[in-house]
């Protein structure tokens, strides 16, 4: 792997802290995805790009690291990873329909994914889902991933050692703990813990969640990849909050913002792009560059900020600075942003 003389661990590469640069970062990374690469030609695209940071020292979701992770696989297997994970994985739970999927494949009752288009339906730009390869490019059923959330808690795929691993909140270098496992996003909603992950492209959009104390499992599939469509991730909280018996976000609170917090004023940056956070007329507001999106961040507890009613940023502080911008979205954790300047 291009690892440039750093040592990387692999469980650097699941937890997203290995700094090595992810290929969907790169300026043409739409026009890869369309391609049948290589283990070879994928590894080439960013072998002379700088890491992002040296490992372990912050996060930053990467799809490069889940690739290398599936090559991993294949070299201790020495198997293809599409037939390891059908053989090992999907067959022995019963997953019927999950497998690792391709353009030229024929996959039976395949759904199609779109996006809309001056306010019509159009097909999504041609993707040959070579290139997410252990980053995603899973066909399944919503009721096969049930079959494999069931199966995770049995103990029948992991240890249970393993499992809490893979559940367990990621501790960087300096003790910032982010609320992501091993390929696993965390979080809480109204107290009741979940963890869960989504995923999109190709005009698919998905999430899948697990509320461990309540025995309760959400998967949304969902085949239209339009942004200004409610997310997968909002209209779980809606069904969460329903299942569960819990009431309706209330009014959203808008405390008055301390002098102190104006300081968590400047850039913050993930795999997701950037967002401005600036102080204006006693209040912080959020913008993201090169559109016209941005809003006011309404104060709900110390250092936590409102974005809308189902989403909010927790803002990390270290040395009297804030240095991440933690977004959640329904409880669950989606995006650390780390501060730029």
């Known amino acids: ?27 043409d990374a739409a026009n890869n995805e369309r391609l049948e690469l290589t283990h070879e030609q994928v590894l080439a695209l960013i072998k002379d790009k700088p890491f992002e940071f040296e490992p372990g020292t912050r996060w930053r979701y990467d799809n490069s690291a889940f690739y290398i992770a599936g090559m991993v696989v294949e070299r201790v297997t020495k198997q293809e990873y599409g037939a390891y994970v059908r053989e090992h994985v999907f067959k022995p739970l019963g997953m019927s329909s999950a497998s690792l999927c391709y353009a030229r494949m ?32 899973i066909c399944a059923t919503a009721t096969d991933l049930l ?20 559940r367990t909140p990621t501790t960087l270098a300096d003790g910032t703990k982010i609320d992501y496992g091993l390929g696993t996003r965390l979080g809480s909603l109204d107290g009741h813990r979940m963890r869960g992950h989504t995923g999109s492209g190709g005009g698919f959009r998905n999430v899948f969640e697990s509320f461990p104390d309540d025995h309760l499992t959400i998967v949304i599939l969902v085949n239209m990849g339009d942004a200004e469509s409610p997310s997968p991730v ?22 008055p913002v301390p002098n102190a917090e104006l300081a968590i004023s400047g850039k913050y940056d993930s795999d997701e792009g950037p967002v401005e956070i600036f102080a204006h007329d006693g209040k912080l507001h959020f913008r993201i560059p090169g559109n016209k999106t941005e809003g006011v961040l309404r104060r709900q507890a110390e250092n936590v900020y409102a974005i809308n009613d189902n989403t909010e940023a927790r803002f990390v502080i270290s040395g009297g600075r804030a240095v991440w911008s933690m977004v959640y979205i329904g409880g669950l954790m989606l995006d650390p942003k780390y501060r730029v300047n």
């Open 234 to 255: 909002a209209i779980a909280a809606e069904i969460a909050r329903a299942a569960l018996g819990l009431a309706k976000k209330s009014t959203l609170l808008d405390l």
């Open 106 to 137: 024929v996959v039976p009752h395949l759904a199609s994914g779109y996006e809309v288009e001056g306010g019509a339906l159009v097909n999504a730009a041609f993707m040959s889902w070579k290139l997410p390869f252990a980053a995603g490019a």
């Open 147 to 166: 079959k494999w959330e069931a199966a995770l808690d049995a103990g029948r795929v992991l240890t249970r050692s393993s499992l809490a691993l893979m």
């Open 1 to 27: 792997a291009p690892t440039q003389g750093k040592h990387v661990t692999v469980r650097q590469l699941l937890d997203h802290t290995s700094g090595i640069y992810s290929f969907t970062s790169l300026p």
